[in-house]
């Protein structure tokens, strides 16, 4: 298992993998993948990461800003996803260290996760991993004409804006 800086040549690997995120109806509201163009934009250019197994992209994870106001620049949302094969081997954990770890790194006090409450294994995953549920958002959104609820989580950083 190797974790590495997520690049443009990982881009179909990933890209793949949200696609499969997105097929399983519990993983986002979103239902089609972006190109790398609007992905890359939409993500911080840091704290992007993948783990290869084999060489193969086994599962990736980067943050966005939760806003553009200054008084936000410590504060980011966390997207991970594991490609279907390598699910329940942990790599979602070891993945989720190394990228609260680089966000640190990077001046992020606060990482932030919404979760659809059906994501039972991403739930699991940030509880595991320190973040603390601060509520749920009933009926936020719509994923082929049902409502969703998402549930928020946060991981306040011990070591950056203490």
């Given at each position: 298992?190797?974790?590495?800086?997520?690049?443009?040549?990982?881009?179909?690997?990933?890209?793949?993998?949200?696609?499969?995120?997105?097929q399983?109806?519990?993983?986002?509201l979103?239902?089609?993948?972006?190109?790398?163009?609007?992905?890359?934009?939409?993500?911080?250019?840091?704290?992007?990461?993948?783990?290869?197994?084999?060489?193969?992209?086994?599962?990736?994870?980067?943050?966005?800003?939760?806003?553009?106001?200054?008084?936000?620049?410590?504060?980011?949302?966390?997207?991970?996803?594991?490609?279907p094969?390598?699910?329940?081997?942990?790599?979602?954990?070891?993945?989720?260290?190394?990228?609260?770890?680089?966000?640190?790194?990077?001046?992020?006090?606060?990482?932030?996760?919404?979760?659809?409450?059906?994501?039972?294994?991403?739930?699991?995953?940030?509880?595991?991993?320190?973040?603390?549920k601060?509520?749920?958002?009933?009926?936020?959104?719509?994923?082929?004409?049902?409502?969703?609820?998402?549930?928020?989580?946060?991981?306040?950083?011990?070591?950056?804006?203490?």
């Amino acid at each position: 298992m190797n974790i590495k800086k997520l690049k443009i040549k990982h881009w179909e690997a990933v890209k793949y993998i949200y696609e499969a995120g997105i097929q399983t109806g519990n993983a986002t509201l979103e239902t089609t993948a972006p190109g790398w163009e609007t992905w890359n934009k939409n993500h911080l250019k840091h704290s992007r990461l993948i783990c290869e197994i084999d060489e193969r992209v086994a599962g990736w994870c980067a943050i966005t800003a939760v806003s553009d106001r200054c008084v936000y620049e410590g504060v980011a949302e966390v997207s991970i996803y594991i490609h279907p094969t390598f699910k329940g081997l942990g790599i979602g954990y070891v993945l989720m260290e190394h990228l609260i770890n680089e966000s640190e790194l990077n001046g992020i006090w606060t990482l932030h996760a919404a979760i659809l409450e059906e994501n039972k294994a991403s739930i699991r995953l940030h509880e595991k991993s320190g973040f603390r549920k601060i509520g749920v958002r009933e009926k936020i959104g719509q994923l082929n004409g049902i409502w969703r609820n998402i549930v928020l989580f946060e991981k306040r950083s011990k070591v950056v804006g203490v």
